[in-house]
């Protein structure tokens, strides 16, 4: 072996080497603690339809808009039960994955642009937080890309499997392959429109844009059979086949029901969460341009997919009536890849400069003095006329002065770009702790909570501690932990996944006359007084709801830095028949004359 193969072999090594530790981090990041949160109401619709799957009961199974969840999840609840840990398992599963999609795409991308692409992708606290949800967008995505990518290097056997479980990941599927194919579109006429006579934009394109005709029937072969067999649940349901009508048609009546997210939510949310990778994008986009209006050849239409894909992502995600913040999903994926590409301009191919380091350690500095400040000042009583906003600006402006005057010395006593790469480093180090903390206060400090802007709320309140309760009353009282009876006036996807192990639990809209049940659930807004006479009462918080008016909290600084904000909280009350208690009693024929009508 010659010098030069054993150095090949050795990159190529490090390279797989560093994309089994961006895999292994976001596995890390999506399967901790990914069953501490109870299920939230859009959660739980998810996974009590794969639990109806298996266990269909007397209610006949009606095959809902998300085939290929809730086969998945189906599989695995019946072969290892169900949890909130199995119920979000596919999803974060499907997250990781994501991560290998930029192997596909190293020609194009760069191999050092893709790398830095799937580290960011591993750990974007948006898409770390939505793979950690039960959702169909990060299945559709994570699927649809395994596909594409899975086609361009010819396995098409691979792809249509991937296509077709991205087929059935639901509406969210049909959002994100609008906006991709609207892009792929416009850069195909784009490229043609501007190509010179004889000019070659990229051999690997050329290569691998036709396909040969064993490709594409083994592609439609394995989508085909996917499709039949997630689709009709392993033969068990024929009529599922009928629900990749059911979810075009669900994504298409959402252009005519409005879910109450404003635009303005998602552009601040791409802020507050992606604030590196939208500056680096800038800075690519910059770069780019730049080099377009020089007419270079290289580099010259390598970002044009990602960008039209990231424009026509974002358009419809705004434009659409139904939208949801972990939509988003379809946007961040575009610019990263954007984003990646200009970080990686940055990493050093050599030694380098001292005096960098230094600087990106006092750029560093500063980002904490920053950020300090804004917590202080956000506690500091303002004295006077002088409001607090302006206390803020100006110690920020004083900061970001000294910011600026140190870059310039630093670029005139060395060189502009020692002065560069201290300031890229620097702002990037402060830049990757703050999402650090973003992402393990949405995904571990307060996972599916209205603090957070990723989610669909009402999230989730006391429901581990009112099951705790009942637990504890069945055990009294039956000697097992969840065979109590119970009847419940509250129908509500989250209380019947809770209650999902409680044979027998049951679901009325009204109880009977003279009925006495161990276990009476019902909203404290509808509170009985009759219950009183026979059954003690302990309210729970079941839904906390954002309780502010905008997009974003009045005290955005309060929020942005402690994450408080106003919230609004709705109660179920759980009535205990007293003699499940030592000492109590239950008069029946006062109970009796107290609900006669």
Not at 509 to 523: D, F, K, N
């Amino acid at each position: 072996m010659t010098k030069s193969q054993r150095s090949l072999t050795e990159y190529f090594t490090l390279e797989i080497a560093l994309y089994l530790l961006a895999f292994t981090i976001a596995l890390v990041l999506r399967l901790l603690n990914l069953g501490q949160s109870p299920l939230t109401d859009g959660e739980a619709s998810l996974a009590l339809q794969a639990l109806q799957a298996i266990r269909p009961g007397t209610t006949a199974f009606v095959p809902a808009p998300h085939p290929a969840y809730i086969f998945l999840t189906g599989i695995a609840f019946f072969i290892f039960g169900t949890a909130e840990f199995l119920a979000r398992f596919w999803p974060a599963l499907a997250g990781t994955l994501l991560v290998g999609a930029p192997i596909f795409f190293r020609h194009e991308l760069g191999r050092k642009t893709a790398l830095v692409l799937a580290f960011w992708l591993a750990v974007d606290p948006g898409l770390v937080t939505v793979s950690r949800q039960v959702n169909g967008p990060m299945l559709a995505l994570s699927f649809s890309l395994l596909a594409i990518g899975l086609w361009h290097t010819h396995r098409p056997a691979w792809s249509g499997l991937f296509g077709g479980l991205a087929l059935l990941s639901g509406p969210a599927f049909w959002q994100g392959a609008l906006g991709l194919g609207l892009a792929g579109l416009a850069h195909r006429l784009l490229v043609r429109s501007k190509a010179q006579p004889g000019e070659v934009f990229d051999e690997a394109d050329q290569k691998n844009a036709y396909p040969t005709r064993v490709d594409t029937l083994c592609w439609l072969a394995a989508l085909i059979a996917t499709i039949f067999v997630v689709g009709t649940y392993l033969t068990r349901y024929p009529q599922g086949l009928a629900t990749i009508l059911n979810s075009f048609t669900t994504y298409l009546a959402g252009w005519t029901t409005f879910s109450g997210v404003s635009p303005i939510t998602l552009i601040i949310t791409l802020l507050i969460f992606q604030p590196l990778a939208v500056i680096f994008a800038m800075v690519s986009l910059g770069r780019w341009l730049m080099r377009r209006l020089h007419y270079e050849i290289e580099g010259r239409y390598a970002l044009l997919l990602p960008v039209l894909w990231f424009l026509t992502s974002l358009f419809l995600t705004l434009i659409y009536p139904s939208r949801q913040v972990n939509d988003l999903v379809w946007v961040l994926v575009p610019l990263l890849a954007i984003a990646a590409d200009g970080l990686s301009e940055y990493l050093p191919d050599e030694k380098p400069h001292v005096i960098s380091f230094l600087q990106a350690g006092f750029v560093l500095v500063l980002a904490v003095l920053f950020w300090n400040t804004l917590i202080a000042t956000s506690q500091v009583v303002p004295q006077g006329n002088m409001p607090r906003p302006v206390i803020q600006l100006g110690i920020l402006f004083g900061i970001l002065l000294l910011g600026v005057l140190t870059t310039t010395l630093v670029a005139l006593g060395w060189s502009w770009r020692t002065s560069r790469d201290g300031l890229v480093w620097g702002l990037t180090a402060a830049f990757v702790i703050y999402s650090t903390g973003i992402l393990w206060g949405s995904t571990q400090l307060r996972p599916n909570e209205p603090h957070e802007l990723w989610g669909n709320p009402p999230g989730a309140g006391q429901i581990q501690l009112a099951l705790g309760t009942l637990k504890n009353l069945s055990e009294w009282h039956t000697g097992l932990a969840d065979e109590i009876d119970i009847v419940s006036t509250v129908d509500t996807p989250s209380l019947r996944w809770a209650l999902r192990n409680f044979s027998a639990a049951r679901f009325t809209t009204e109880l009977q006359r003279g009925e006495m049940p161990s276990v009476i659930i019902t909203p404290r807004s509808a509170e009985t007084p009759v219950l009183t006479a026979a059954y003690r009462g302990q309210d729970f918080v079941w839904w906390v709801r954002p309780a502010w008016n905008g997009p974003l909290p009045e005290d955005f600084i309060n929020w942005l830095t402690f994450r408080k904000a106003p919230l609004g909280y709705d109660y179920i009350i759980l009535w205990a028949r007293s003699d499940l208690f030592p000492g109590g009693s239950v008069d029946e024929s006062n109970l009796e004359q107290q609900t006669a009508p």
